[in-house]
């Protein structure tokens, strides 16, 4: 079957098409410039973007696909969690296309679909896996035992997710929104063992209560007070070596727990979706510490792992092959839509 997918959780407009786990178009309309002056996504300017950014976006994945609107067999759409503005534009927009073209739509969880997205670079995933879920908004340790039904949450973080770290140490370094890709990049030129950077929940007595939790925090707030540190002695911030200790304990922290629950659970496959999953240093160590267990970790292109309409296009399709039903048409747009909730 043939499957839209239309992504407007936050700032980028997003609608892909697929066919099984082919991806024929991903068409994507960013607002991030209009943000990168405050810091972050400011909710009312991400709506006003994908309501003129939806229309010319369906016709660019269309046209990219050679495909019209009438050869179409299902509608995913992002039903939650994100920026209720920003969700409302999709829903809405799938709803009137779903309507006219009298086809099914699918309201979908979007954290789902950064592991959904997977399949269109690796195939159908072996279930059961592990997933390891760090984006934005939000970082989780899942147990995904039947992806189109549900998944099991094994830990998440207690306070910043993954991606808000970087965003908030790349702020503090002086570095551009978003902060991932620019750490990333400064990082290749910093020394990862120059500073020792907390690595939070790992300490023996922290393990017994928060085993697969994460906290970003504390770390936050040791890079905070070691580049003040420095500032107050009038010397120079190494921001290249800052940023590679910093990306060095959030990957040492999000490699270990994930191989762990692995090994725990005897499950063999460990994979990886959401916006941090693009870091270099974060697939290059999840690749080699899961070598020594034989443990096959799936991660997509960078590309695939920051929103995109492709995600839910990938996942709408998962469900359908999975003969789940599709969502009713008042489908709502949930802001809070709890992540064990795969489709509405
Ligand atoms: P959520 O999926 O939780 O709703 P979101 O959709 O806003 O949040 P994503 O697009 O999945 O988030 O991810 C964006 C985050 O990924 C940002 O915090 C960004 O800094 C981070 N990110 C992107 N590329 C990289 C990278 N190369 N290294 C580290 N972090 C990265
Ligand atoms: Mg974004
Ligand atoms: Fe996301």
């Given at each position: 079957p043939l499957i839209l997918g239309i992504e407007t959780s936050c700032d980028e407009t997003g609608v892909g098409i697929v066919r099984g786990h082919t991806l024929l178009a991903d068409a994507l309309a960013s607002s991030v410039e209009e943000h990168a002056r405050f810091g972050g996504v400011v909710p009312e300017v991400a709506s006003r973007a994908h309501l003129e950014a939806i229309v010319p976006t369906m016709d660019r994945a269309l046209t990219e696909a050679g495909v019209t609107l009438a050869d179409i067999d299902a509608i995913a759409v992002t039903s939650g969690p994100g920026l209720a503005g920003a969700l409302l534009v999709g829903v809405?927009?799938?709803?009137?296309y779903a309507l006219a073209a009298e086809k099914p739509v699918y309201g979908v969880n979007h954290l789902a679909a950064h592991v959904a997205v997977d399949t269109l670079e690796h195939g159908p995933l072996p279930e059961p896996a592990i997933a390891l879920l760090v984006?934005?908004?939000h970082s989780s340790l899942l147990l995904i035992d039947d992806l189109a039904r549900g998944v099991t949450p094994?830990?998440?973080?207690?306070?910043?997710?993954?991606?808000?770290?970087?965003?908030?140490?790349?702020?503090l370094l002086g570095l551009p929104f978003p902060g991932g890709p620019p750490i990333d990049r400064e990082a290749r030129a910093g020394d990862a063992a120059a500073i020792a950077f907390p690595r939070g929940l790992t300490a023996a007595k922290d393990l017994a209560?928060?085993?697969?939790?994460?906290?970003?925090?504390?770390l936050k707030t040791a890079v905070a007070r070691w580049v003040?540190?420095?500032?107050?002695?009038?010397?120079?911030?190494?921001?290249?070596d800052v940023a590679a200790s910093f990306q060095e304990a959030v990957c040492d922290v999000l490699t270990s727990k994930a191989l762990a629950a692995c090994r725990a659970s005897g499950i063999e496959t460990l994979v990886i979706g959401g916006g941090v999953a693009a870091n270099s240093r974060l697939r290059a160590m999840a690749e080699q510490r899961a070598e020594k267990y034989?443990?096959?970790?799936?991660?997509?292109?960078?590309?695939?792992?920051?929103?995109?309409?492709?995600m839910v296009a990938a996942l709408g399709s998962h469900l359908v092959a999975a003969g789940v039903a599709p969502s009713r048409?008042?489908?709502?747009?949930?802001?809070?839509?709890?992540?064990?909730?795969?489709?509405?």
């Open positions: 809405a927009a799938a709803k009137g984006s934005g908004g094994l830990g998440a973080t207690i306070d910043d997710a993954a991606g808000e770290a970087f965003d908030k140490v790349a702020r209560a928060h085993r697969y939790d994460f906290s970003f925090s504390g003040e540190a420095r500032q107050r002695a009038g010397e120079p911030v190494p921001v290249a034989g443990i096959r970790v799936r991660v997509p292109r960078p590309k695939l792992c920051t929103d995109n309409g492709a048409l008042d489908l709502p747009a949930d802001s809070a839509l709890p992540l064990t909730t795969v489709s509405v």
